[in-house]
């Protein structure tokens, strides 16, 4: 999952998504309860409490159905609910990590002015071709004030500040670095079209049942990814391929090198995208693109392995950062 209001800062996508008018928007999830009085008290409830502050049922919950307003949107209100209740834990010590990073900014002095909310929801009604009046009715269309919205960018906002200031801003990225990568990427530069992928793969069996079987497992497979699982934990889980130790990674592959099959998706494919199960002769494929590579200059390989680095180091200085705020927090779960 991407980075929302609610969530964790990624590094792919922190900017990106601060444009996006959809992040600012969530749901409150009423209708997984069965009365107007039982949804007071469970909305009421006490899930977590962080420090000296709480996380509400209802703080849980909005998360959890703004994250998967894009993703379940085709699913049953069941399939919904099902999937809401397994992963109610997950989501949780996704706010707790929220709501300890923003403890930590404030201890910091670091803060969002009304300035600069106000400056944001300039520069997205823009984008948007939105005038105020137009974006607060969609607001109220959602069940969501302005004041609330204006609060929510105020913290995604603290939040990227929070993440440079303690993480990126350490970060340092070695020639020597810069060039084992190369060394490892020069294949890009002389053979023309590549394309990293990841893939969830299941061998193939002569027995037809076998293969019914198969395709049932793939699907269930393809509809927990639209709802929002993870591409690489799932091939970890389920890949019976040796790829499945990294996540899935094939790394960049030569298009010269693949099966027509796999030419015949990946072409329809974009960067982020996931494919429909397909068949080849070795068996059963789900692949996602995360990356198309064109001939590269060296110059321009080499600054595209520089900002990877940039991410990698930085997702792990980040987790390392996040593991510090808990280990020096009092946290308690009650759900």
Do not use: C
């Not at 999830?29 to 009421?44: E, G, K, P, R, Y």
């Not at 703080?59 to 209740?85: H, Q, T, V």
Request: charged share 35%; proline share 1%; no cysteine.
């Amino acid at each position: 999952m991407g980075y929302r209001i609610y969530f964790n800062i990624t590094f792919e996508n922190q900017g990106k998504e601060m444009m996006k008018l959809k992040a600012f928007i969530f749901v409150l999830l009423i209708f997984m309860f069965h009365s107007t009085s039982q949804a007071a008290i469970l909305l009421d409830r006490v899930v977590a409490v962080v420090n000296q502050e709480v996380i509400t049922w209802s703080d849980l919950y909005k998360a959890m159905e703004f994250e998967a307003s894009d993703k379940m949107k085709e699913l049953k209100d069941e399939d919904k609910r099902k999937i809401f209740k397994e992963n109610e834990g997950v989501f949780l010590e996704s706010l707790i990590d929220m709501k300890l990073q923003l403890q930590a900014a404030k201890q910091l002095g670091i803060e969002a002015t009304a300035d600069d909310v106000n400056s944001a929801i300039a520069d997205i009604r823009k984008k948007y071709s939105l005038d105020e009046p137009a974006l607060i009715e969609s607001l109220k269309k959602e069940g969501f004030t302005f004041d609330e919205y204006k609060k929510k960018i105020a913290e995604q906002m603290i939040l990227s500040r929070i993440v440079t200031h303690q993480v990126k801003s350490k970060i340092v990225v070695s020639e020597s670095d810069i060039e084992k990568q190369m060394g490892e990427n020069k294949g890009i530069l002389a053979d023309g079209e590549a394309y990293r992928i990841r893939q969830i793969f299941f061998k193939k069996t002569d027995a037809g049942a076998d293969r019914k079987a198969i395709e049932q497992k793939a699907e269930g497979i393809l509809k927990q990814l639209k709802a929002g699982e993870d591409f690489a934990a799932l091939a970890k889980q389920y890949s019976e391929d040796p790829s499945r130790k990294a996540g899935g990674d094939l790394g960049f592959v030569k298009k010269r090198y693949m099966a027509k099959e796999f030419i015949d998706v990946i072409s329809r494919l974009k960067a982020g995208e996931v494919s429909q199960p397909f068949w080849t002769d070795r068996g059963l494929h789900i692949i996602r693109l995360e990356e198309k590579s064109e001939k590269h200059s060296e110059a321009e390989l080499k600054e595209s392995i520089r900002n990877k680095l940039i991410e990698k180091y930085s997702s792990e200085k980040y987790k390392s950062w996040l593991r510090g705020l808990r280990e020096n927090a009092y946290i308690e779960i009650r759900l």
